[in-house]
T-cell receptor, first 112, second 115 residues
Framework: KQEVTQIPAALSVPEGENLVLNCSFT??????LQWFRQDPGKGLTSLLL?????REQTSGRLNASLDKSSGRSTLYIAASQPGDSATYLC???????????FGGGTRLMVKP | EADIYQTPRYLVIGTGKKITLECSQT?????MYWYQQDPGMELHLIHY???????EKGDLSSESTVSRIRTEHFPLTLESARPSHTSQYLC??????????????FGQGTRLTVV
């Protein structure tokens, strides 16, 4: 079964810290992987999309990496700020399907 | 910036009422999706569409129905609302073909409460 897992479920860090969020997937035959941010009660905001042929993508303080062989993606957030507090979700699009399969998310709190 | 809109943002309605949640996108995306999400919980796909007149049920069983008469519009209907339908409903869209899928964009969601 194709599953996506995010550990830890929650993370609390002091402002200014660099941090890494993890995403694991069970089937390495992915088409692409997307990272999202969700604020409480809101929709999802797309952060980064990594195609299967790419190793990483960067946007500002965010850097996402992809290692298909190990079934892992990481989202690196540099110099975290209280405004980064949100739930971060990764979603995988597998080759055979057209649907995104989501992980359970990591709820991040950055304390001032 | 995503051009996908959901209305209403919040809805409180009585049991047994018929409701339609609206989702529209102006990006010309052929693929559209409805997800259901309870507070603090995972997203579950309930419906999707690959294009006009194409709709399929998702992984999570749902009593709702959808239609796709126009590319930009993907409404979700509950014929008879029940308290168990209380949840947040999220609409998404992306461009794609049989072999290519681009970045997915989400609307702001509709928070439905059935009393």
């Amino acid at each position: 079964k194709q599953e996506v897992t995010q550990i830890p479920a929650a993370l609390s860090v002091p402002e200014g810290e660099n941090l890494v969020l993890n995403c694991s997937f069970t089937d390495s035959a992915i088409y692409n992987l997307q990272w999202f941010r969700q604020d409480p009660g809101k929709g999802l905001t797309s952060l980064l999309l990594i195609q299967s042929s790419q190793r990483e993508q960067t946007s500002g303080r965010l850097n996402a990496s992809l290692d298909k062989s190990s079934g892992r993606s990481t989202l690196y957030i540099a110099a975290s700020q209280p405004g980064d507090s949100a739930t971060y979700l990764c979603a995988v699009n597998w080759n055979a399907g057209n649907m995104l399969t989501f992980g359970g998310g990591t709820r991040l709190m950055v304390k001032p | 910036e995503a051009d996908i809109y959901q209305t209403p943002r919040y809805l409180v309605i009585g049991t047994g009422k018929k409701i339609t949640l609206e989702c529209s996108q102006t990006m010309g995306h052929d693929k559209m999706y409805w997800y259901q999400q309870d507070p603090g919980m995972e997203l579950h796909l309930i419906h999707y569409s690959y294009g006009v007149n194409s709709t399929e049920k998702g992984d999570l069983s749902s009593e709702s129905t959808v239609s796709r008469i126009r590319t930009e519009h993907f409404p979700l209907t509950l014929e008879s609302a029940r308290p168990s339908h209380t949840s947040q409903y999220l609409c998404a869209s992306r461009k794609g073909t049989q072999t290519m899928n681009t970045e997915a964009f989400f609307g702001q969601g509709t928070r439905l409460t059935v009393v």
